[in-house]
């Protein structure tokens, strides 16, 4: 099939009550487990890339090869640039092919971050691709502050009006949680989550995935979380799975024969996660 708007994606899982895996890849082997472990499971995905991984594979190269391997499945695939930081780098990714865009400003006050997000939705809407933005911040986790603080959590009068000014097809919220490894278990607030869900109707986004507890991702699933995005956990488990095999020695030294014993491990993980978003409780 061809790319699918992530906003379609998401809006389908909101009707089914399913959410949906923002993976952050960054090379071939990376982009392909995913797009292969999708179509075995016939679970829709959507792939992403952090600006700064542009070194590893330019944008437009990410662009084509995402674009390549979605149009032999038949699972709905998306492709969106991840935490685009300005307005400048996210028409470098709508140049280089991408379908949907994130622009995160959150960093900024309320009305800068309202001001830049609206200008590349403006310009992105005219090409028709959508737009994820980010309102209240989700930081970093190994600062505690930044995901216990809910002085960065979002507001959710401000959510309305954030979507409202800005023309934002789809809202990252924070409820909780920080990019990378928690230096302690987080604890999401699911009832401002409810209360977010309730007053907005766009599809709604968790960062921070990795080291979430199950059962809460479950919890925020059920109130409306339509997209979990994953990428540390993620590149970790490559480190871990490589270095097991190369330490067990069972495979000619050859960086080909490394990639291609990693498929099926990797396949089982990311088979985990798009699952436990994806199917309901009476499917597993
Ligand atoms: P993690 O790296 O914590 O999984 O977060 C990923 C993310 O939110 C990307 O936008």
Not at 229 to 241: F, I, P, Q, R, S
Request: glycine content about 8%; proline content about 4%.
């Amino acid at each position: 099939m061809a790319l699918e708007k992530a906003v379609d994606i998401l809006k389908y899982a909101d009707e089914q009550k399913r959410c949906v895996i923002g993976f952050d890849a960054f090379n071939l082997e990376s982009i392909k487990w995913i797009i292969d472990t999708a179509e075995e499971e016939q679970i829709p995905v959507i792939m992403m890339i952090y600006p700064a991984d542009k070194k590893i594979m330019p944008f437009s190269t990410f662009a084509a090869v995402t674009g390549d391997l979605a149009s032999k499945v038949r699972v709905p695939v998306g492709l969106m640039l991840d935490h685009g930081p300005d307005f400048a780098t996210t028409m470098e990714a709508v140049k280089g092919g991408f379908s949907s865009m994130m622009i995160d400003t959150s960093h900024l006050d309320f009305e800068e971050n309202v001001r830049q997000t609206a200008e590349v939705v403006k310009a992105c809407h005219a090409l028709g691709i959508d737009v994820e933005g980010e309102l209240g911040h989700v930081g970093i986790a190994a600062n505690e502050d930044d995901y216990k603080n809910a002085d960065n959590f979002t507001r959710v009068d401000k959510a309305v009006e954030f979507i409202e000014r800005t023309g934002v097809d789809i809202l990252a919220v924070s409820i909780g949680t920080a990019h990378g490894s928690y230096v302690s278990a987080p604890k999401l607030d699911l009832e401002r989550l409810e209360q977010i869900n309730a007053a907005t109707d766009i599809p709604l986004v968790l960062h921070g995935g990795t080291g979430v507890p199950e059962d809460q991702l479950k919890a925020a699933f059920a109130r409306g979380i339509n997209k979990l995005n994953y990428a540390t956990g993620y590149k970790l488990k490559m480190y871990e799975v490589a270095k097991q095999i190369i330490d067990a020695g069972e495979i000619r030294p050859r960086m080909g024969d490394l990639v291609l014993a990693m498929e099926r491990p990797m396949h089982e993980f990311l088979r985990g996660i798009m699952r436990l978003a994806w199917l309901h409780e009476d499917e597993r």
